[in-house]
């Protein structure tokens, strides 16, 4: 059976590039899983409209961009497959269902929603389908039976939610018994596996603002397309908090962090954290273009990755793709999809859907 390997969904929202925060947050798990998994990562462009529906040409644009990061990182089209939200209409089907299964309550009291209506700064007026998101990123998960989630740590109150109307669905459709461990539930006879997140190296990679976290929106991020001279840029505007060469630094500030997820070299690491901590004659200055250095040698191999796609019809081989691998997404939801009504007593057929 071609689908013999344990499942893996996880994707990127269609609002920017991607930036270093996702490559030690997700994605980097995601380029070393490929073999033992079976990979489906999506991009949520449904969801992009939720804080950007007045901005349709730019979410079209980053869908193609997104893509474009993902093969430059070492995510491979031959072995997973990229689901465009958007065409797999099983997805937003299921968010119906899951809704009903979801207390209202639970759902805006979610950490998450709350620090990203902060940042975002939404105030009151966000969109009645800004909350609902909540709800379909159950759906994205669920409708292709993951075992994990490679995910930052912002998003694991985003899991809880789906574990927890997994739980209620299998229980409730499927005859599943309450006190089943989660590992345990397909066994029972459940549709859905409780999936399990799996955090980065780096489960919150702060932003150059030294502030938040790291962010597509935030106007704080390093990116995977950035050159040389901008990540020195973006490094050196780094605030430390520190005034002095001489004065001892704090090795858990914002900087440190830096030095430790991007240089490989651990005694470097030591040498630095010892010079840093004394207040021995180490500027920041000159950490940050250390750091720098380190997270362009990261770079490199993703821009040559990302070259073939550069020219004129770059935009047009990566829709391509996106229709090719639309099919088999559509054929993995589609079943889900058919098994979950069949369990709620709504299988009156089954369809196909095509993207021509
Ligand atoms: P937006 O600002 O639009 O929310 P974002 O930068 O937060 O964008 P997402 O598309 O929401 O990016 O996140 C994609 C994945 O990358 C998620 O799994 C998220 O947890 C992870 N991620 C995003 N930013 C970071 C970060 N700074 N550190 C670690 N993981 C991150
Ligand atoms: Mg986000």
């Not at 994605?27 to 992009?48: G, P, S, T």
């Not at 379909?136 to 409708?143: E, K, P, R, T, Y």
């Not at 639309?326 to 709620?344: F, I």
């Amino acid at each position: 059976m071609p689908d013999e390997k344990p499942r893996i969904l996880t994707g990127d929202t269609p609002t920017g590039n991607l930036h270093l925060g996702h490559w030690v947050g997700s994605l980097e798990n995601r380029v070393k899983l490929q073999d033992a998994y079976d990979c489906y990562f999506l991009i949520a462009n449904m969801h992009a409209f939720t804080t950007r529906a007045d901005k349709p040409a730019e979410i079209r644009a980053s869908t193609i961009e997104i893509v474009k990061d993902w093969i430059a990182c070492g995510i491979d089209p031959e072995r997973s497959t990229f689901v465009l939200q958007t065409e797999i209409p099983a997805i937003a089907e299921l968010t119906w269902y899951l809704a009903m299964l979801l207390p209202f309550n639970r759902v805006m009291r979610n950490p998450t929603l709350k620090t990203e209506l902060e940042t975002k700064g939404l105030g009151d007026n966000y969109s009645f389908g800004f909350p609902m998101y909540t709800v379909g990123q159950c759906a994205d998960i669920l409708i292709f039976r993951p075992e994990l989630v490679p995910v930052g740590e912002d998003q694991v109150a985003h899991i809880e939610p789906c574990r927890e109307v997994a739980r209620r669905f299998d229980q409730m459709y499927c005859g599943v018994d309450p006190q089943t461990e989660d590992a345990d539930y397909v066994k029972a006879g459940g549709l859905f596996p409780i999936p399990d997140a799996k955090i980065g190296r780096i489960a919150r990679l702060i932003g150059t603002d030294g502030v938040n976290k790291m962010s597509k929106s935030l106007n704080n991020a390093i990116y995977l397309t950035d050159t040389f001279k901008q990540i020195k840029k973006k490094m050196g505007g780094l605030y430390t908090g520190r005034s002095a060469m001489d004065e001892p630094g704090d090795i858990n500030n914002s900087l440190f962090q830096y030095v430790r997820a991007f240089i490989d070299d651990e005694s470097r690491v030591k040498e630095l954290e010892t010079k840093y901590a004394a207040g021995d004659n180490i500027g920041d200055g000159h950490i940050k273009v250390e750091v720098a250095e380190a997270i362009d040698k990261l770079l490199a191999p993703m821009r040559e990755r990302r070259a073939p796609y550069e020219g004129a019809d770059g935009d047009d081989k990566i829709l391509a793709l996106l229709r090719e691998h639309t099919a088999k997404a559509n054929a993995v939801a589609e079943e889900t999809l058919y098994e979950a009504k069949k369990a709620m007593g709504l299988d009156f057929g089954r369809r196909t859907i095509a993207v021509v």
